[in-house]
C-alpha cells in the first residue's frame, strides 16, 4: 500500500508568522508552526512531520512537494552535505542543518519518494495542505489555537479530529494519563491515580462485567496538545497509542 500525501509551509512576510501542514485526507492531516519562520524551514517540517507521524506504518510513502529545494535537498544534496559535514560545496554551513539532520534521520529505512507538484495551482492535496499550513501561521500571527490536525490516525483508532481544535477524544478501555485528566476523577495520593491490587494505575475497576468501554474525553489547550503530539513523535508511536500506554 502507498499513502500519498502533500506537505507544505507557509510564513506570512517570510521570515514571519509560520506554519507547516501535511494532508493525506480529512481524516489524517496534521499542521503547527512558529510565531516567527521562513517558508523553507515550514516545507522542511512539514515533511519531517509526515515521516514522522507515518513512522509506525509499513507502508510506502509518496511525497507530494511543491518545493524544490525541499526534494532536492533530500534526494540530491544531502549525501554530500553530510559527507562536507553538513558543509555546501563553498564551504558555507548549510543553512537549517538541525532540521535537515532530524529529516535524514526520519527516512532511513523507509520506502518513500517524492514527487513535484506546481503550489496553487488548483491540485486537492497540496491545496489542502496550503490552506491548514497558512491557518498555523495566522494563528500564530493572531495569537489564537492553532488548528493542529487528528495526525495519523489508523481506520477504528480512538483519537478524534476533535484534537484539531485542541480536544483530544478517546474511546479507550480507562481514563487519561493524570496529568490530563478531567475534573471529577478521584486521585491517589500525592495526585496519582489509584492503584489496583496488581499495582496498575487505574481509575476504573475492569474486573467489573458491565464495564466494558468507556467514553472519555480530554480538553487540552494548545500547548498541552502540542506536548502530546511532540511525546508520540519522540516515541515513535502515535497519540493515541501514546495515551492508551500512559493509561
Known amino acids: 500500500m502507498t499513502i500519498t500525501a502533500a506537505a507544505d509551509g507557509s510564513a506570512l512576510s517570510n521570515p514571519g508568522p509560520a506554519g507547516w501542514a ?8 496534521a499542521a503547527g508552526g512558529w510565531p516567527h519562520g521562513t517558508n523553507n524551514i515550514g516545507e522542511l517540517q512539514a515533511v519531517l512531520e509526515l515521516f514522522r507521524a507515518t513512522a509506525h ?44 539532520a532530524e529529516l535524514d534521520a526520519a527516512i532511513q529505512g523507509r520506502r518513500y519518494r517524492f514527487e513535484w507538484v506546481k503550489g496553487h495551482a488548483g491540485h486537492p492535496l497540496n491545496e489542502a495542505a496550503d490552506v491548514r499550513a497558512r491557518a498555523a501561521a495566522e494563528a500564530y500571527q493572531r495569537g489564537t489555537a492553532v488548528p493542529t490536525g487528528p495526525g495519523f490516525v489508523a481506520a477504528g483508532s480512538a483519537l478524534s ?10 474511546h479507550a478501555d480507562g481514563p487519561a ?21 496488581r499495582g496498575h494505575d487505574t481509575l476504573f475497576d475492569f474486573d467489573e462485567p458491565e464495564a466494558q468501554t468507556h467514553e472519555l474525553v480530554l480538553e487540552l489547550d494548545t500547548r498541552e496538545h502540542e506536548r502530546l503530539l511532540a511525546r508520540a513523535r519522540a516515541e515513535g508511536t502515535s497519540p493515541t497509542e501514546l495515551l492508551r500506554r500512559l493509561i
Open 177 to 197: 494519563p493524570a496529568e490530563d485528566r478531567a475534573p471529577g476523577h478521584s486521585p491517589g495520593r500525592n495526585g496519582a491515580p489509584a492503584a489496583d491490587s
Open 22 to 29: 501535511w494532508y493525506v485526507d480529512d481524516e489524517h492531516w
Open 57 to 100: 506504518l509499513d507502508d510506502d510513502l509518496l511525497v507530494l512537494c511543491d518545493s524544490q529545494y525541499v526534494i532536492n535537498s533530500v534526494t540530491k544534496w544531502m549525501p554530500g552535505w553530510k559527507r562536507k559535514g553538513w558543509r555546501k560545496a563553498d564551504g558555507k554551513p548549510v543553512l537549517n542543518r538541525e532540521l535537515l
Open 161 to 170: 479530529a476533535g484534537a484539531a481544535a485542541g480536544a483530544t477524544t478517546a
